[in-house]
């Protein structure tokens, strides 16, 4: 018999430094993208094979709020300390899956810059992007 398997997107924990984040966007509220190539291949003229690996563990975070998330007033908090400070902005990172097994931590994370603002007749997104050394990428499934 096949077993059901469940995701549930409030069951996905993400801290950046302090603060537990809440309030998602109402559909993708997060991405990650390395920045790196991670392996590159190439091949001789003669067919011989050689790949190097990339340690860049350097990654893209995109986090989409709703616009009334108090999670935004932490984000600019925490940009603004790291513009005033130079550096006083770059906290861990961890997001997990509560009903399965992925796991994502940074040793240190940051604010690029503030996300673009809109206004209009419904509640309006708010989309961050963090840059984020990963120490620990696990792409699991679900419990």
């Known amino acids: 018999m096949p ?12 801290t950046i430094g302090s603060h537990i984040l809440g ?4 559909d993708t ?9 991670g392996t590159v291949s190439v091949a001789g ?10 340690n860049n563990t350097l ?4 986090i989409t709020l709703q616009a009334t998330s108090p999670s935004n007033d932490y984000l600019s908090e925490l940009l603004a300390r790291d513009r005033a400070s130079g550096g006083a902005g770059v906290v861990p ?3 997990r899956d509560l009903r ?11 604010v690029v810059n503030s996300p673009t603002v809109e206004f209009g007749a419904q509640v309006g ?6 840059d984020a050394v990963i120490t620990d990428f696990t792409v699991g499934g679900a419990e």
């Open 125 to 130: 997104e708010r989309e961050w992007e963090l």
């Open 45 to 54: 003229a003669d067919g011989e094979i050689a790949r190097s690996m990339s």
């Open 3 to 14: 077993q059901v398997r469940t995701y549930d997107a409030k069951r996905v924990a993400i």
């Open 100 to 110: 399965g097994t992925t796991l994502v931590a940074a040793s240190q994370a940051w």
């Open 29 to 37: 509220f997060i991405s990650m993208e390395p920045n790196g190539d």
């Open 93 to 95: 990172f961890v997001l």
């Open 59 to 62: 990654h893209r975070i995109t």
């Open 23 to 26: 309030g998602y966007g109402e």
